[in-house]
């Protein structure tokens, strides 16, 4: 089997974490997600909570309404412990970009978020999907895991999808939703999960050869 590295960006709700999951393990690869932070604390040296807040911290500071010009965008840069910027915002996520370069290096797998596919965007062998779906089957789904409904529920998924639109145009410089930055864009409303999967599956396929998985 060729090492083919997944990575995929989601609305919140459209089940792109599930469908991850999904093809993790139909394929048989390593699936990658809330185990990146503690991946590149083991590597940095620096304490997960670090990661965490950082996270937390980007989208209080560069939220919704606010994606101006960004001097964050990564560049594969590592800034050494002995420097005072070493646990800055812009280095804890270099040491997210080294984690998740270690594991592509690796193998195969399946990265949920972080920006992973303009991480990987020069490895030839990443497929970059980003999962989305009409509003009422996002709300369908959020509501199956929030105890939320209505305005409310409506709310806390526009507040989760501006969070992961700030993150990802802190370091890239890019727009989350800008369909050209990914290879496959799937309406996981249309398809429902199982059928996501073989897409993303039916495309690997084509790309890489029908022996590739």
């Known amino acids: 089997m060729k090492d083919i590295v997944v990575t995929i960006e989601r609305q919140y709700g459209s089940g792109g974490r599930t469908i991850g999951e999904m093809l993790s393990e139909d394929i048989g690869v390593h699936y990658y997600n809330k185990e990146l932070t503690k991946l590149a604390s083991e590597d940095s040296g620096i304490a997960e909570e670090l990661f965490v807040e950082n996270d937390e911290k980007i989208v209080k500071k560069f939220g919704k309404g606010r994606f101006l ?122 398809l429902g999960f199982e059928k996501s999967v073989e897409e993303i599956k039916a495309y690997i396929r084509t790309r890489f050869g029908e022996d590739v998985i």
């Not at 080294?98 to 797998?109: F, P």
Request: glycine share 6%; with cysteine; charged share 30%.
């Open 69 to 190: 010009k960004t001097t964050n965008v990564y560049n594969g840069e590592l800034i050494s412990p002995e420097e005072n910027d070493f646990v800055s915002e812009k280095n804890l996520f270099n040491y997210m970009a080294k984690t998740i370069k270690k594991l592509a290096d690796s193998g195969s797998c399946v990265i949920v978020g972080r920006a992973a596919d303009f991480v990987l965007k020069d490895y030839e062998n990443v497929v970059r999907v980003f999962v989305y779906a009409p509003h009422d089957f996002l709300m369908e789904q959020a509501g199956k895991k929030q105890p939320l409904t209505g305005k409310e529920l409506e709310k806390y998924c526009e507040k989760v999808d501006e969070s992961h639109a700030a993150y990802y145009h802190y370091y890239t410089g890019q727009d989350w939703m800008d369909m050209r930055n990914y290879d496959l864009c799937i309406n996981s409303g249309k």
